[in-house]
């Protein structure tokens, strides 16, 4: 087995819910690093309009797509973070829950900001049709009665509809709206 | 493949070390659910006489030691659980971070208690040289320069000295003294 | 006395003040349990432009209504609770405070869900003129100085006179306009 | 009815459990004030040493408490207080969750000191066998099978035999000196 | 020396950034008191929005101000506040972090009120070109690449550029708006 | 002036109470750096037995105790900490509400510890008579009635005489015993 670039890389996500997107960007990490910490971001939310999936939820989602998808379960953890709501500690939060990485990879604006002001590498990640593949897209069509189930892994979608995932977001839409 | 008898089972320690009672417990509930969450508790804390090791550095100890046992990397999962200082609400807590399980294992009283009061089936680990193969007994031995190397994975003992954890913990221990 | 249909029912509200709407919920439910718990939601606000008003001060204005409405104050109580901001576990944090019940009126999406999803009887409430018995309407008749008094108990009324009620609550909203 | 000397008097206690002191504490108290505010503090903690019955069950204990001796439920308000781990707004946050108060009535030191330091009037309560009306002599006595019984009202016996509340306390007892 | 009106008087603000109406109001209470106690509210957050800059920038801007403007450093002390998302025990907070004072200087509605539900004496600010030297004003011409330099001290416009401030805001925003 | 060694230094102690152990070490370091952060651990107790000023109140005794030793207040900032009780994210919430520094002075070796894996650079003070000017060793002195007021600035012991700190101290002790 060839050297990855990095030792253990960090991906930062609120995958609400998971879709092909992250397969995607996750696919693409893993083949640079050895390790992949997949973190879940504000993981202690749920049944929210923005956080419709909990934290556990979650956790599920990925590990059903990323065994439909065959990545190697020896290459990956996947790590539930707990907002802290002290954003200037977020950084040093994240690393006494998951330990060591050297490089983050990451699009999003504030992510990138606080990881390079405490001097980590970080590494931006190939664009992927992100209009169509964005869980704020995905929430939308399913409110809205619109076709989004070819937007997630086909495990997702069964396990979304397991739990009755659809009715529970327009419920929360609908009471939003009182 | 036979059918478990369990569908997801969840095991819940502080791992301060994770030693060779942790490994072989895990080894047995594996062999019993088709997947294990392991949940690291009071995963917030580090550098603390009772907890010296972070939640982080016990998620790679325990990744490191699975695949030294050689157990599947798909059959289980490793969830770091802050505390919430909330006693009561500590069940649902769990279950918001690791989502779905059908039984608990686990000796200690007051994790069989709440469980049990939740509702939720809760199954004893066979007990294995107790008093030797404890957390307590591994940092004792650690800060008297006892041998302790014998009780953990051999990886473990590697990390460990990476992080140069006998120091650490003599370190905190003097500093407790003072 | 013949027996009622439930021990103990919970019953939850914000109470933005108290109104009359709330009072024949109530009457009503109280008719059906032996005992009823009036939960106070989000008791540790006040002074801002959704809660006006403070735990203690909604307690003081229930109290009032219920003796000037003849409840027998043997069948119920008042417990405040303060949010925990973690939705997840909002349920086991209520149980925690008041102990058992057996059944929870409500007509409120979220409410009704949460402790649905947790196994409990959720009954509604017959529906009163709720567009004109709410917190949100009585709070901006205070403010655009309509008639907003036969809306809730007198006894409430005079009390939320006696905290200058109406003025903090003007205050509060031109402060928030600057 | 003649008036009392207090319009509202504020009670502060654990109860852990509920026994004859504290209810001949609370019947002196209520002759003197028009309306009592029974406080239950450390109201979020439950099954540990110091706190083995929640704050919902302390509520209920006190409740079926005052039923038997047949104190009038229109004369006081039970509310369970969580710790806010902040000590110096300890006074500002019992007032936030209760309201209005002109008395407080305590023998325990810190709670006298912190609410005289804020100008509130402090009256002790007349002491009553305290070697025997004590928490922690009952939680003793539970613990080593000695008789308790004659320590608590009736009905709070009964109740904490249904909870099966002795079993609770030992258990929590073995299970610390692990 | 002349004896001041105030023994110490507290001044609050969020400083986002600090600026010249707020070094006029500084120097005005100065005059009145023997010492000043300037507070700096919301000091845990940084890098959002509303408050771009941490509260260690700004105990550093306010320093910087100072010493520029001459303010003899034995009359002042700066104490950053961080939140507690409990606005009733606020006042409590800000008493337990500061210690004494006898004169709040504010003109901020919901100050005001607090302070003044607790009994402190509350004294207004002179108002000073409020349109022009605020908070949200400086932001939005930095955001807009407007002249904004002249609304703060030259000291803290130098310690803006070498924090990068400007692109640190337009950050902010841009990403805000995805 | 000659520049100095360091920037801006960080000297971080609880202070219960200042003593002339302190004031010998801030003495030191505000002849090696520019400016001197001195933060104030554990700000948000007080009134408990390790704790029993508060954080405003050690804040003054500081302030006083500097005047007194005529150490120019241009040269340092007086800062308190309240903690968060997260260790692994102790050294960040401290940058976010002082700002930056070169160099932290400690002998404590959890502080040492903390910093120095986060990278600081980390200088020992020289120790004098530890065993004497110690806060435990005054508290005891307060306690017992022996004599404690050489241990401290004049202007320090002044401000507990004038809080009645001694009567505080043993009444807390009293408190504790019982």
Request: without cysteine; positive net charge.
């Amino acid at each position: 087995m060839k050297t990855r670039e990095f030792k253990r890389a960090l991906y930062v996500g609120r995958f609400q819910p998971f879709h092909l997107g992250h397969l995607k960007a996750i696919k693409d990490v893993v083949r640079q690093a050895e390790e992949l910490v997949i973190a879940i971001g504000s993981a202690q939310y749920g049944y929210d309009l923005l956080n419709p999936f909990t934290g556990g939820e979650r956790l599920t989602m990925i590990r059903l797509a990323l065994n439909e998808a065959e990545v190697d379960p020896a290459k990956y953890l996947i790590v539930p973070i707990p907002d802290l709501h002290r954003p200037l500690v977020w950084v040093s939060w994240v690393v006494s829950l998951v330990g060591y990485f050297d490089v983050v990879f990451s699009n999003e604006a504030v992510t990138v900001g606080v990881f390079k002001e405490k001097g980590y590498r970080v590494e931006s990640i190939t664009p992927y049709r992100q209009r169509l593949y964005s869980g704020s897209e995905i929430r939308r069509r399913m409110r809205e009665d619109e076709e989004w189930k070819d937007l997630v892994p086909k495990s997702v979608a069964s396990y979304i509809e397991s739990l009755d995932g659809v009715a529970r977001i327009k419920d929360l839409h609908t009471n939003n709206n009182v």
